[in-house]
Structure formats: C-alpha cells, structure tokens
C-alpha cells in the first residue's frame, strides 16, 4: 500500500524567556559599550532573521552599518570577536547571501560570550545563529545545550524538538541522534524516566543505523542510568555490557560507565564488587562533585567492608576535596558520607560533614532527605542497616570486563 | 469573537518616525494619533481602548538626555496594562536607559540609529502584541511545564492580541486546526478554541487589575461583545464576577485556574493517560 507522506511539521522554538525587553540579559550580564554592540547584534540580526526574505535587504537604512561599523572600531576586541562582529553587522545592508556567514559569526560570538562566563549572552548569540540559518540543526543544538545548561528547560526542549525536526529533513543523522540524546537527558532531570528512555532509545536505534558507535555507546549509557532509576535491573546488566562493548578504546566513556556501575553497586549492598571498580578510577576524574560521589561510594565500601586502611585513606581523600570552593556534590553523596561514618561510628567526620550535606537538601527543598541527614548526624542514634550482598555472576563478570578494558584504556598507544 | 480596535498613540517629534508610523498605521490597519506633551497623552490613554499600543520618547520634555525616564514610569504606574514601545536613538552610554526602561515596563525598545525603516519599525511594533500577557504567563505557569506547550501559549497570546480565533491560531502556526489539536493534546493543553477562550479570560484579568479600565474597555478590548458577555465568561471560566476578582487580584486568581485547568485536562485525556503510563 502506497502511504502519502505528509510533511512534518513543528512548532516554532520558544525564543524568549521571563525577561522585560528582548536581549535585556546582554545588559545584565556585561557592561559598557562591549555589552551595547552585542545587545545591538543579537537583535538586528534576529529580526533580520525573522523577516520575509524579500523584505530583509530593506530591513535597515545604509547609514546603519557605517555607524555600527565605527562603533566596533572604537571597541578594544581581539581580532576574531572584531571580525565576527562586523561579519554578523553584515544583515545592517541587506545582508543578500550572507545568512551562512552571519550565522558563523554569530556562533563565534556566542563561544566567545559562553566562555567568559555570560551564558545569557550566549544564548542570544547562539539563538540568533540558529534563527538566520534555520536549516542547521547543529545550531538548534547548541541553543538548546546552553539553554539547558542555564536551566531554561522549556526553551532548552523546545529547541531540542527543533533540531529533530530539522536532522530528519537535512538527513543529518549525527545531530538527529544528538538532539534525542539531549531529549532525554532533559526528561531525566525532570525526574520522568519513561519519557526519558524512550527518547534514549530513539537516539540508540539512529546511532546504530548510521554507524555512530560513541554516540550508541552513550546512548547505552543513560538507558542504563534510566534502568537503575527505575530499578529494572535486567536492563542494567544489558546496557551495561551494550555500553562496554560500544565504548571501545573510549577511556572517558569507560570511567564514566564505571562510575555509573560503582554507584549501582553501592546502593545495591554489593560493597566489595563496587570497591574494586571504584579503585580503577583515578582520583581526580571527572569534576569536583563526580569526585565526591567516589569518595562517597569508597567510604561506604571501606566501613561496610570493615577495611579501615580503604576507609582511612578515603576520608584523607575527602579532606583534601573539601577544601574545593564551590563543591556543589549530590545531597547523595553527602548522605552516602554520612552513612558511612555511622557504619564506622567515626563522630568526628559526621560531625563536619552534617551541615554541607543539609545545606544541599535544603538547596532542594528534599525533607527526606533533610530527615535521613538528621537520623545519620545523631550520635545517640542506632547506626543504618548495614547489608553486603554478594552480587550475580554476571554482574561480577560485567565487573571483571570492565576493570579490563579500563587498563586496557589505561596503555599507552 | 469581536474585531479588537487597535489605535496607536504616539508621543514622538521625530519627524522620520512620525512618517514611518503613518506608513505602518495604513499598513497594519491601526488608527493612528499623535500627542504633543505627557498630560495629553494620559489624557487619550484614558479615554482609548486597553488594547492600544502607544510609542513615546521617553525623554521627551526632559531636560537633558540620560536621566531616568521618571515620566514612562508614571504612565505605566498609571495604567500597568498598557502597552509601551520606546523609540530611542541608542548610542555609546545607553545601557542603563535601556535597563531603566525595561524595568519600568516599556514592552520593546525602537533603536532609531540603527532601525530607521518602516520594515524594522514595523517588525518591532508587531512583536509587542500579546508581549505583555506572554511575559506575565511565563512567569505564573509552572517551570514543568513543557517546550510544546509554552510555544502554543506564546503564539495564542499573540493570536488573542489581535482578536483572532482557533483558525487563525493553526494558521499562525502555519499547520491545519487538526495538527494544531493534536499538538494542544499531546502538550495536555486545552483544544484550541477553547485555550484561546482561557487566553482572554487572562488578558482580561490583567486588564481588570488596572484601575484606570473601565468592564467595556477591558470587555471591547478583549475582543468580547459586551460587558456582560465578559462578566459571563470570568463566572464560568472563574467562578467569579470582576469585582471581586479586582479585590483579590484577577491575575494571579485566573492563572491559578488556569493552571488548575490545566492539571484536569492532563489527568481527564485518556489517550495522555495511556501514553504516560506506557
């Protein structure tokens, strides 16, 4: 049967947030005549961008680019942020087959804004490069990378859909699996790990149609994380070993998955097998706060285990960690250091760790957890369950593979 | 749904400007009329419809440029709900005007150095409608809520602005009413006609929050035939007829029900239903 195919369709980006005047976060976020100029270039080339093409080259008067032109010239910029400003003041005299190149040029100063810190101006920037090239769905991405990064979730998903929709019509596969990558990321922040998996799904079914072995071997990776979330531990042993099998060589990939494994273990009972993973990984993989979750996983180990040399050493570790500013670890971390020291009835480090963690619960508004954090502060209290499992031999040998392929990894050359 | 007058009041000596408003008025078909000085300014604010869009020089009458805007920020004391493009040469030293400005609650900034065409003007007039609502909805709606459904609310906010109905709402969104209640479904929204039904009820609570609105204003203004059609419509959407929704604050009663609504909706459409539950 022949079936008609009918055009796909979406519905446009949410392009703008809570703000009072479109752009105000450039004003926000920098100062001076710099912050003016990008304030100006995010919004000429906007609607530029938004307009009819038969009406783009009388959106602005000749007089506009020399005057924005001199206004970049009295700026003190690096000549790359230069060019890409005058490049992108391009759209200021009509702008005809330029819309690649404004684009670029937008992108570039989006890099240079995200990487001073000024994400909101980022965000602009990279919306504008998305808006004047709407047939990249790379572009979309990035708008919806940043956009979840800064927390705009709406906006972030919005541009995600974006991008699908675009990667399907350019047949750009890698920015397809991507943008359902980024879906469901997005879904599992939310804390909806149905949504989530089937969007991981969907991006593991293009990564392997198309040959894209890291993207398939991420996308193994967070299906696994769904499958601890949601306690579906048949998955976990599956997509573990998908993971494995897909990261390769990829030793970042395969420290992440340990971590993810480690964790699982952990919370499991299954101390010695979580020791032993968390042992390969190096001590300061990762940021400050996956740092502390190992420092976390290995305490429990080390006083569930009774090996007080492990517990030892890991609270030396810890010492050290605190003194990081801005360590912004998980309320589960912080609780899993807490449980540790009631199994090893060590006072002192409950004593010091107890306002960090209570601080990260109340940052949640988690009661549960602020409850737990109570209960494993109090010195008077009975000491949480302490159970070490041993776990399936198919988890071991997921373990010993593992372990493996991380020295492997590990090998020069 | 009645036609929505849409009068332009503008307070500007810029004589280029002045021509190019004369120009987008006939274009976009908004009438169109031109004040001297603030005092006559509030004076017509008062006596026009809510749904009016007015371009002033925030400097104008001041005594030098780069104080605060302090005349702005006494029309919008006055009448919150209005609408208020500023039309500014934005130079070297602007930011803080420019800030000034937007957090006073003028709506969109004209720059007149660099978008001095009745093509740019004109984008910049038509991206205030439905701005206002679109900013206060942002705000009252939960942050949950999801990418598909605050695209639809955006592009409803600026379909309501200008008196239109469902049709107008999938037309704007380029798709077929079908598509359109298929999307308003799956982003557990209300089908069109009626999310449109919800956006008016929400600019006129807004409206309604204004002292200086009169129930015909707010009623003419939202696109309803009559001040009772209104007062009927806020009963059945809210339970409540507009005095008391002044007392207790008509906005953040009505978004509330909207929200409300909106829970009802998601839980009630079983076809969500089973696709949540797998």
């Known amino acids: ?413 | 749904m009645q036609q929505v007058p849409r009068p332009l009041l503008v307070l500007h000596k810029d004589p280029a400007l002045r021509e190019q408003l004369q120009e987008i008025a006939l274009d976009q078909r908004l009438e169109l009329a031109f004040v001297d000085d603030w005092g006559t300014l509030h004076e017509q604010v008062r006596s026009a419809p809510a749904s009016a869009l007015v371009v002033v020089d925030p400097f104008e009458g001041a005594p030098a440029r780069g104080i605060a805007p302090a005349e702005v920020a006494r029309l919008l004391q006055r009448f919150p709900s209005l609408t208020v493009a500023a039309a500014v040469p934005v130079r070297s030293g602007s930011e803080a005007d420019i800030r000034r400005l937007g957090e006073s609650g003028v709506v969109e900034l004209i720059d007149l150095v660099e978008e001095s065409t009745p093509v740019a003007v004109g984008q910049r007039l038509q991206a205030t409608r439905g701005r206002r609502l679109r900013t206060l909805l942002d705000r009252a709606l939960p942050p949950r809520m999801s990418g598909l459904a605050r695209s639809i609310i955006a592009a409803a906010t600026e379909v309501v602005a200008d008196g239109g109905q469902g049709s107008d709402l999938a037309e704007r969104m380029n798709v077929t009413t079908r598509t359109l209640s298929r999307w308003c479904r799956r982003a557990a929204l209300p089908p069109p006609k009626r999310l449109l039904a919800w956006m008016r009820i929400l600019a006129a609570a807004d409206l309604i929050d204004d002292p200086g609105r009169t129930m015909s204003d707010v009623a003419a203004s939202c696109g309803y035939a009559a001040d009772t059609s209104l007062r009927h419509a806020l009963r059945a959407f809210l339970g409540r007829g507009p005095r008391e929704l002044r007392e207790q604050g008509a906005f953040a009663a009505a978004s509330e029900a909207f929200v409300q609504a909106l829970i009802e909706a998601r839980s009630s459409d079983k076809r969500y239903r089973r696709k949540v539950n797998g």
């Open chain 1, 1 to 413: 049967m022949n079936r008609r195919r009918q055009p796909q369709r979406t519905p446009p980006p949410v392009t703008s947030g809570s703000e009072a005047l479109e752009g105000d976060i450039v004003l926000q976020e920098l100062e001076g005549d710099l912050s003016l100029c990008l304030w100006k270039t995010a919004r000429t080339v906007r609607l530029w961008a938004e307009l009819p093409p038969e009406l783009q080259s009388r959106a602005f008067s000749p007089p506009s680019y020399a005057e924005r032109i001199s206004q970049i010239g009295r700026l003190e910029l690096d000549a790359d942020l230069r060019e890409a400003l005058e490049t992108a003041a391009e759209v200021l005299r009509g702008g005809a087959g330029r819309a690649a190149a404004v684009s670029d040029a937008c992108g570039r100063i989006s890099r240079w804004a995200e990487a001073q810190g000024s994400t909101g101006t980022a965000l602009e920037l990279a919306q504008a490069a998305a808006l004047s090239q709407g047939r990249q769905a790379a572009l979309g991405l990035e708008v919806a990378r940043i956009a979840a990064e800064r927390g705009e979730i709406a906006r972030a998903e919005s541009w995600y859909r974006q991008a699908i929709f675009t990667a399907r019509q350019t047949r750009d596969w890698t920015s397809f699996a991507t943008a359902f990558m980024g879906q469901g990321k997005l879904h599992f922040r939310r804390g909806d790990a149905t949504a989530a998996r089937t969007s991981f799904l969907r991006a593991l079914r293009i990564s392997r149609r198309h040959s894209l072995g890291q993207l398939a071997a991420e996308a193994c990776h967070r299906i696994l994380e769904v499958a601890i979330l949601a306690r579906r531990a048949s998955e976990v042993d599956r997509y573990a070993r998908a993971a494995l099998q897909a990261y390769r060589g990829n030793r970042e990939g395969l420290i992440g998955l340990a971590r993810t494994l480690a964790l699982y273990l952990v919370e499991r009972g299954f101390h010695a097998e979580a020791r032993q993973l968390f042992q390969l990984i190096p001590e300061d993989a990762g940021k400050p706060a996956d740092r502390l979750s190992r420092v976390s996983a290995l305490a429990q180990a080390g006083a569930a285990l009774g090996d007080v040399e492990l517990y030892g050493a890991t609270m030396e570790t810890l010492r050290a960690l605190l003194e990081t500013p801005e360590l912004d670890g998980s309320t589960a971390s912080w609780i899993g250091l807490l449980r540790a020291a009631a199994w090893a009835a060590d006072s002192a480090a409950a004593e010091t760790l107890e306002p960090r963690a209570r601080a990260a619960a109340e940052q949640l508004g988690d009661s549960d957890a602020l409850e737990e954090i109570a209960w494993l502060a109090d010195p008077g209290a009975e000491p949480p369950d302490l159970k070490i499992r041993r776990a399936s031999a198919s988890l071991r040998s997921l373990v010993t593979d593992l372990e493996e392929a991380l020295e492997r990894s590990a090998r020069p050359g």
